[in-house]
């Protein structure tokens, strides 16, 4: 733990109430929760701080509404702490998951999360314009590692990898992405999309005899890709285009 105190207790009002309506039946919701599970004072501590967020922002107040259990988190953490967790959760998943799909739901459900912390640490006066768009760019760089990783496994599985790197490799060896544009420069705002280019080694490559190195590479990075942008219940990750070039 820091020595920084939680969010609930940190977060200022960003403004007015605009639209009184949609703040009270996110409140309606969240009332609820935090009577069932034991956090109406984290709630009651932050209230006059999310009033003019929920009010402002119907995507916020709906990811608030959704999940509750998220807002419960947040609100009991430093912005530090729940930034380093979030974090530590997106590297994780690729291990916890038992299949793609689970992998594709816990990065919407935890990008949903860090959007919620990084709006109401940047509303709320406590993270400066640095500190936002590195969380979102340390989100997509977490987001971006799990699925190569969860990518890697899927192949492997299919026969066409031999095995998952680690460490520095990567979880294909000989395979590794360049960040791009904003995502290069650590400039990510809330809906960017995330532009790298994809270079590899096919003497480095472990594949299994018989596979061909370039079209598996092209057949790896669109599953890549389908990981963060495919739209599901839960939304989609980021954006991927894949016809970037590095000299158009």
Known sequence: MTGEAILARTLKPCGPVVDAGLAERTF????????????????????????????????LAGLARRRPAQIA???????????????????AVAADAVDIERVKQRLRELKAQLHLLTALADLGGLWDLDQVTGALTEFADAALRTA???????????GRLTTIGTGVAGPVPGLFCVAMGKYGAFELNYSSD???????????????????YAAFAIRYTQ??????????????????????RPDP
């Open 28 to 59: 309606e919701v969240l009332d609820k929760a935090a009577a069932a599970s034991g956090w109406s004072d984290l709630l009651d501590a932050a209230r006059a701080a999310l009033a003019p967020v929920f009010g402002a922002s119907p995507y």
């Open 73 to 91: 988190a947040l609100l009991a953490q430093t912005p530090a702490d729940a930034r380093a967790r979030i974090l530590a959760e997106t590297d």
């Open 148 to 158: 190569m990783a969860a990518a890697a496994q899927a192949e492997v599985e299919r």
């Open 194 to 212: 995330i532009d790298f280019s994809v270079f590899y080694d096919p003497d480095v490559l472990p594949l299994a005899e018989g596979v061909e």
């Open 223 to 244: 599953a890549v890709a389908e990981v963060l942008q495919q739209r599901t219940g839960d939304g989609y990750v980021f954006r991927v285009d894949l016809r970037l």
